[in-house]
Structure formats: C-alpha cells, structure tokens
C-alpha cells in the first residue's frame, strides 16, 4: 500500500514560506523608510511576492474537493451518483 503524504509537511512549508516573505517585507520596508537603498526595495519587492505567492497556495490548498472513488472497483465518482458508473456497486453516503 502507498503511504499517504501529510498535510503538515505541505502546510508548513507554506507558513514558513509566508514567515521569511512577511519578514522580508517588514524588513525591506524598514530599510526603505530609513535609509532608501536600492537593495531594500528589491527585498521588499521579493518579500511582498513570496508572501503572496504563500497565500495563493494556501487557498488553493484548502479548495481541493475531495475525491470519492468506488470501494468494489476503485473507479472515480461523483458526489450526486447513487451506483458507481463501471461496476454498478450502490454508493454508501457519508
């Protein structure tokens, strides 16, 4: 049997991704303020797009639809199916 992949380990790389892109905006954003250098705007740039890409796979994470297969044969179905397409085995609602 294949093992299942986690949640977590896709979840927290997506916090952590989040993490190092809002301190990079924070940080980019201090140093604009402060002292104006170019280096600073490109940090508050990349940071201000890795925070945003960290949200979009975030939401994207939490939208996936669950998969319903067919437990006699395994062949994917629908949500609003009562019998499966390929065996005709009655599905079980939960």
Not at 42 to 69: N, P, T
Request: proline fraction near 1%; charged fraction near 25%.
């Amino acid at each position: 049997m294949a093992k299942k992949k986690s949640n977590l380990n896709r979840l927290t790389w997506i916090f952590t991704e989040m993490f190092i892109g809002l301190a990079g905006l924070a940080y980019g954003l201090w140093g604009t303020i402060t002292q104006e250098p170019m280096i600073y705007v490109i940090l508050l740039s990349l940071g201000g797009i890795l925070l945003l890409v960290a949200i979009i796979q975030l939401i994207f994470h939490f939208k996936r639809k669950e998969k319903i297969y067919c437990a006699k044969c395994g062949e994917r179905i629908k949500k609003k199916d009562d019998f499966c397409s390929k065996c005709g085995e009655k599905i079980e609602k939960k």
